[in-house]
């Protein structure tokens, strides 16, 4: 059976199922192991794990833990209940016409993850940052995601192992600008938080390819150096000129946490900017849904739910409400499966009930065989989401039924 349990109840003689960290890199050959001794606890609470899971088959039980099952299903209700509520503050995000801008944004995201790539040639060959040109790519995204933003966010999960730090960096400024909008920020804000998100991790540009693209755990000392990328992007960016202190909050704070368990400052919710904390949401939200060398990501409404369990500890639960509002509880570009049995591709979010998106439906699951694309707006009762599903699992290929 597997449990969640407090680091404070773990004990020699456990087994750890999951270290609950899925942001981290960690020196660990794996997240499932015996605890053989304090020496274990010490390096576990070290890395700053609040609570993991552990399997009480394969090791000592703590019968007052709830099981995994309890604790998914608290969070599901969690995540139904901020899908139901609406934000009284804020106004209604209006949706321009998606078929128009689906092209545009595809070739804007093409075109921004080459120049992403060309600036981090550019770092580590030494050459100057073209703060100008970052600018323009900025405006650009905003006037997209202002526009439609289920245009360009579906394609934030179209990533390649071996460009993942490019299309990382423009996954997050799409993310941030989309989170900004939501929490109703005045527009030369987002314009400095999308270019803080855009190069907030400029400074792997510093980090060899080896630890990077490391395809297992890092070593204590790899895993040291991989954490000054976020000194060496303040750097970076500094050097540059012309960059306001909202980016560099971003650059410096992507990796701290609400409970003062990241990195490099292990700085606490008092001494975090409402722009760091919107950006370690951002950036841990795209990684843990991303493939990459070392572990396949989660589909995005798990990793909605993962952001939710955390924000107990690392995150600021408020920001982490917002952040899920902003990109919806099922995210646009999300294979779902519907009460009738048949599989749907979230299209458009509905402001008024989060958990009635607009979809495509494309297959019958119980006939295993296509449907003829049809539009469904679920807010009209003709179906509901009973779950979400994995494109993988089903052998259909996501980037069709994108806007295009």
Known sequence: ???KISIEDLIPGMYVHDLNCGWMEHPFLTNTFLVDGKARIAKIRSLGVQELYIDTERG?????????????EKLQQQMDNLGEEEEETLESISLGNLREEAPRAKKLHFEANQIIQTLMRDVRIGAAVEIGRMEQLTESMIDSIFLNQSAMLPLTALKRHDTYTFEHSV??????????????????????????????????????DSILNKPGPLTDLEFARMK????????????????????????????ER??????????????L?????????????????????????????EALKKLLEWSEFHFD??????????????????????????????????????????????????????????????????????????????KIDPVPWLPA
């Open 273 to 301: 900017s409402i722009y760091g904390k919107m950006a370690s949401i951002v950036d841990v939200y795209d990684a843990i849904s991303s493939n990459r060398v070392y572990h396949r990501g989660m589909r995005p409404s």
């Open 317 to 394: 639960p408020k920001l982490v409400h917002s952040f899920i509002r902003a990109i919806g509880i099922y995210p646009s570009g999300s294979l779902v499966r519907l009460e009738s049995g048949r599989l749907a591709v979230v299209r458009n979010q509905n402001e008024s009930n989060l958990l009635r998106p607009v979809v495509t439906v494309i297959y019958h699951t119980h006939k295993m065989q296509y449907l003829p694309p049809q539009q469904i707006d679920l807010t009209s009762g003709a179906d509901k989401i009973v779950s979400y599903e994995d494109f993988s699992r089903w």
């Open 1 to 3: 059976m597997i449990k």
């Open 228 to 255: 000054q990328h976020a000194i060496y992007s303040v750097e970076i960016l500094e050097k540059a000129g012309n960059v306001s202190s909202i980016a560099l909050q971003i650059a410096a704070q992507h990796h």
């Open 60 to 72: 000592l039980d703590l019968p007052y833990a709830p099981t995994i099952e309890e604790v998914e």
């Open 171 to 208: 996954s997050a400024c799409a993310l941030m600008i989309a989170f900004a909008r939501r929490l109703g920020m005045s527009r030369q804000i987002i314009r400095d938080l999308a270019l803080g998100a855009l190069m907030h991790d400029v400074g792997k540009a510093k980090i060899p």
């Open 258 to 271: 609400y409970d003062g368990s990241g990195y490099p400052k292990k700085l606490k919710n008092e001494g």
